[in-house]
T-cell receptor, first 116, second 115 residues
């Protein structure tokens, strides 16, 4: 059973370009979470999605950022018109449907975005 | 709202010494508490978690943590540090009533282990 797969592992974009980060959850997991880790900071929650639905996007910046989790295929975090401040590690986590026994989310290895 | 405070951005110990990483949380509802470890350029690996029941939780690699509600703490300990324990450690809290696993993280503590 493969873990959470994120690609690419490293992404370099020039200011103004678009960045697309992909996350394939673990088999059987229908819940996906995106987090951002800025230098010297802990991880900050961005968005929580289930298949075809955004459940909680309270941590998403209001502009330029969007996320989707289509019926087929990986979850995508999209950043339009990137700026240097977007440089960070972006982590995806997945979990099965929540219940009191299944409280753990499993993390991918992250995508390290560098904006030049 | 929930928050996590990790005291000490860096902790240095000698190999074989006790490891103590401090975590205090704030939560208006009964919390679920987690410790994760992150090695350089890697993702996060769960060390242990507290949900309900026994307040002393044992995890992987010899780590354990104790949930103390009165102190709102969830400190991580290991009796004897190994060189391989050198990594960054994150304490996290989630809302036990939210119905999903969104985590609020502390800023992390880098553990340095010297020979």
């Amino acid at each position: 059973n493969a873990g959470v797969m994120q690609n690419p592992r490293h992404l370099v974009r020039r200011r103004g370009q678009e960045a697309r980060l992909r996350c394939s959850p673990m088999k059987g997991h229908s819940h996906v979470y995106w987090y951002r880790q800025l230098p010297e900071e802990g991880l900050k929650f961005m968005v929580y999605l289930q298949k075809e639905n955004i459940i909680d996007e309270s941590g998403m910046p209001k502009e330029r950022f969007s996320a989707e989790f289509p019926k087929e295929g990986p979850s995508i975090l999209r950043i339009q018109q990137v700026v240097r401040g977007d440089s960070a590690a972006y982590f995806c986590a997945s979990s099965p449907p929540w219940d009191r026994r299944n409280t753990e989310a499993f993390f991918g290895q992250g995508t390290r975005l560098t904006v030049v | 709202a929930q928050s996590v405070t990790q005291l000490g951005s860096h902790v240095s110990v000698s190999e074989g010494a006790l490891v103590l990483l401090r975590c205090n949380y704030s939560s208006s509802v009964p919390p679920y508490l987690f410790w994760y470890v992150q090695y350089p350029n890697q993702g996060l690996q769960l060390l242990l978690k507290y949900t309900t029941g026994a307040t002393l939780v044992k995890g992987i690699n010899g780590f354990e943590a104790e949930f103390k509600k009165s102190e709102t703490s969830f400190h991580l300990t290991k009796p004897s540090a190994h060189m391989s324990d050198a990594a960054e450690y994150f304490c996290a809290v989630s809302d036990s009533r939210s119905g999903y696993s969104t985590l609020t993280f502390g800023k992390g503590t880098m553990l340095l282990v010297s020979p």
